[in-house]
């Protein structure tokens, strides 16, 4: 999986590697608090638990409970593992909680959004999603398999979200992408741009476009309707939303992958989400 937040220059703003690296020295201080403060949360919650069970007596004036406690972990590190593990899995949980929740509410923007590309069969019942960026070397790689599952299965609609995270070149791209809606090639663009070697660019883009058949200077055109950058804010704040940072990422049902995936897990999710 490609992980990576929008920069500011592929936003349209401005800003300097210094403005990163302060960014992630503020940063810093922060996620350290946090483990911080997770670790002694763990550790008083583990002191309760030992006082519950009787394992630590009741204190007494003068009694030593650093003593009492810190003996007893190295005695038993297990347990402050087993609090760990617990505290991840309640968190995930949580996190998996929200994030279902937001696929509710944002159902239709995920799965019916109309400014989104559609693949080979636009009448499909089961739908799966697909953010990804032209200069994704996994996205590339996932082209193939997701052109092979819509072959085998005539009633899976793709959605394509045009997520360009990795440079002016991917929002270029994106863009262009888009834009050839109007002349009809969408998917001949998308799939040429996807078997293209070598990195993506304005150059590469326009030549795709004009070896696929597109009138270029139509596309060039096309490319300057406001909608089209539109479409591709909704895509970010969107994939934001649902906690996706890297491209490919997928949405099928009440789930989210993030990261290339074999044919046979996409499969099983489908299959899934028709029954639900």
């Not at 403060?37 to 030593?64: I, K």
């Not at 940072?245 to 009440?254: H, I």
Request: charged share 20%; glycine share 8%.
């Amino acid at each position: 999986m490609i992980a990576k937040q929008p920069s500011s220059s592929e936003s349209g703003s401005s800003g300097s590697a210094s403005d990163q690296v302060g960014r992630e020295g503020r940063l810093k201080p922060l996620v350290f608090a946090s483990f911080a403060l997770a670790g002694l949360s763990v550790v008083l919650s583990v002191v309760a638990l030992l006082f519950a069970a009787g394992v630590l007596s009741p204190l007494r004036d003068g009694s030593d409970l650093d003593g009492r406690m810190h003996a007893y972990l190295l005695a038993n590190p297990e347990v402050l593992i087993e609090s760990m593990n617990g505290l991840q899995a309640r968190r995930q949980a949580a996190e998996n909680n929200d994030l279902t929740a937001v696929i509710s509410q944002r159902h239709d923007e995920i799965f019916n959004d109309p400014g989104s590309p559609v693949g080979a069969n636009p009448k499909g019942e089961a739908i799966l999603v697909e953010f990804f960026d032209y200069n994704c070397p996994y996205c590339r790689q996932a082209t193939p398999m997701l052109d092979k599952l819509e072959q085998e299965d005539k009633g899976l609609r793709l959605v394509f979200k045009e997520y360009p995270i990795l440079g002016p070149g991917s929002v270029f791209a994106a863009r262009a992408a888009l834009a050839s809606q109007k002349q009809g090639k969408y998917l001949a663009f998308h799939k040429g741009m996807m078997a293209y070697q070598g990195r993506i660019t304005e150059t590469s883009s326009l030549e795709v476009a004009a070896n696929v058949g597109l009138d270029v200077e139509q596309l060039k055109q096309d490319m300057k309707d406001p909608a089209i950058d539109e479409i591709i804010k909704r895509n970010v704040a969107l994939a934001q939303a649902l906690h996706i940072s890297g491209t490919p990422s997928f949405v099928v049902g009440k789930e989210i992958v993030q990261g290339l995936t074999d044919a046979s897990s996409l499969k099983r999710l489908i299959a899934s989400a028709r029954g639900s």
